[in-house]
């Protein structure tokens, strides 16, 4: 089977310094891969390689087996790869409505789309018409969520989405996540300090060290501790 992404010798960094060493992985089409590790060690810059946002100085990204290494974030989008940044990425003075508007490529299914945005996250329905910046922490990050899945991707990259969520919505994001994967089938790469909530929905993890995958294995009942003895080094 084509692996939904596959990553090989993934290699980049800013300025002189090497921060992404040659991260090779493979996600299988609707499989959810958790990538944990301590603060600093590349995580997000592995996830802005493979966008594209950081270039890649070696090695290859491949996304439904096409080689998408070097093409645009926006080109990458259009395929079906979405991405809920960690740092605040909404258009601040715009509406949750606008806001959302903007993970679709093509607008025309906007309303149809919204349908599923206000089963998910209903609170954000009751606030359209609000200037996203004017949202609650956790409404912003929901928001944030909510405008990669409105896109419906068939893969999606999430930056420590559960970060500052109170324990009823980090529930409620495991459960919308879940019923996604389910429902459509939809890969998962998400980078994730929250061990329980990311546990708790993927079926494989990678421990990244200094820019590299150090470990991985399926998520069992040993995953955590396994983790933590990897935290703790
Ligand atoms: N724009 C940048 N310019 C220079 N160095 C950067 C830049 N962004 C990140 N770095 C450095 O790259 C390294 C990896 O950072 P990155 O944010 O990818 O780690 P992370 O594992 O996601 O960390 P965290 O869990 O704290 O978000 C860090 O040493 C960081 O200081």
Do not use: C
Not at 3 to 13: D, I, N, R, Y
Not at 137 to 163: H, S, T, Y
């Amino acid at each position: 089977m084509t692996a939904a992404l596959e990553l090989s010798g993934l290699t980049s960094g800013y300025g002189s310094s090497t921060v992404v060493h040659g991260v090779s992985l493979q996600i299988a089409p609707g499989e959810i891969l958790a990538l944990v590790g301590k603060n600093g060690m590349g995580k997000s810059s592995l996830l802005k390689t493979i966008l594209a946002f950081l270039p890649a100085w070696e090695g290859a990204v491949r996304f439904d087996g096409r080689d998408v290494t070097r093409l645009a974030p926006f080109r990458k989008r259009a395929l079906g790869l979405a991405y809920a940044p960690q740092e605040q990425a909404l258009f601040q003075d715009l509406s949750v409505r606008d806001n959302l508007r903007l993970g679709l490529v093509d607008d025309r299914s906007f309303e149809a789309r919204l349908a599923d945005i206000s089963g998910w996250f209903p609170v954000l329905t009751a606030r359209l018409s609000q200037r996203a910046g004017t949202l609650s922490g956790g409404e912003q990050k929901m928001l944030i969520v909510a405008r990669g899945l409105i896109a419906e991707p068939r893969l999606f990259l999430l930056d420590e989405v559960a970060e500052g969520l109170q324990p009823s919505v980090v529930d409620r994001l495991a459960e919308v996540l879940a019923a996604i994967r389910r429902d459509r089938g939809t890969a998962m790469l998400v980078v994730e300090q929250h061990l329980a909530f990311v546990l708790g929905l993927a079926d494989r993890f990678a421990v990244f060290k200094r820019g590299e995958v150090v470990d991985t294995g399926p998520v069992d009942a040993g995953s955590a501790a396994r983790i933590d003895e990897h935290m703790r080094l």
